[in-house]
């Protein structure tokens, strides 16, 4: 079984519509992230969290808001979606040792927002 | 200005050649710095961190330069599989306490 999981993988939507992506791990890593990629961008931050009650904002995080549920679970919603939200969103962990910071990323959400 | 700039490529080369990319970033508080693997519509997976004196792993070869805020991978005896996307990774030990991201450079090798 995957080690980072996230649900759903496909999701298509409207325009206003609120939408949760869900993100699992059973790395036991204390530390979370939800990135999104767009075709020549490369990955954003959009939120992070060090452990549960530690929330922290990334680079992108406007029209998108976070729940670190457990130590497990971090979730990512979008409260009203909008065209330019359509991404592939990336949730990682993370367990840094020393320098490494090692991410360890899930199989990603391909949203659609129309 | 980007944080992390890459070339974006694509790279096309040939099975055993020895391609290079580079890498550079603006900030230089940066302390980690990592080469980061993608393959088509699939997740990042560390590739390998990249360390002052320079580091390889196999047939790939990483090199830091701080004085110029650039970092560079070297693979030699290309193969059909290193196809993907390469991304360079830096890690800021102020202020913001995640990585950063280059967009990416694409290689494809061809038999």
């Known amino acids: 079984d995957a080690d980072v999981t996230q649900t759903p993988r496909n999701r298509i939507t409207k325009t206003g519509k609120r939408i949760m992506l869900e993100c699992s791990q059973t790395?036991?890593?204390?530390?979370m992230y939800w990135y999104r990629q767009d075709p020549g961008l490369g990955l954003q931050l959009i939120y992070y969290?060090?452990?549960?009650?530690?929330?922290n904002k990334g680079e992108i995080s406007d029209g998108y808001s976070v729940s670190r549920q457990a130590q497990a679970k971090f979730s990512l919603s979008l409260e009203s979606a909008i065209p330019n939200q359509t991404a592939l969103y990336f949730c990682?962990?993370?367990?840094?040792?020393?320098?490494?910071?090692?991410?360890?990323f899930g199989p990603g959400t391909r949203l659609t927002v129309l | 200005r980007k944080e992390v700039e890459q070339d974006p490529g694509p790279f096309n080369v040939p099975e055993g050649a020895t391609v290079a990319f580079n890498c550079t970033y603006s900030?230089?508080?940066?302390?980690?710095f990592f080469w980061y693997r993608q393959d088509c519509r699939k997740e990042p997976k560390l590739l390998m961190s990249?360390?002052?004196s320079g580091n390889e792993d196999g047939r790939f070869t990483a090199q830091l330069n701080r004085a110029s805020q650039y970092i560079s991978l070297l693979i030699r005896d290309s193969k059909l599989s290193d196809s993907a996307t390469y991304l360079c990774?830096?890690?800021?030990?102020?202020?913001?306490?995640?990585?950063?991201f280059g967009s990416g450079t694409r290689l494809q090798v061809q038999p």
């Open positions: 969290s060090f452990d549960v009650k530690d929330i």
């Open positions: 990682a962990t993370s367990a840094p040792s020393g320098d490494a910071d090692t991410q360890y």
């Open positions: 900030n230089s508080a940066s302390q980690s």
């Open positions: 790395k036991g890593h204390d530390r």
């Open positions: 990249v360390y002052s």
């Open positions: 990774v830096v890690k800021w030990h102020t202020g913001r306490r995640a990585l950063t």
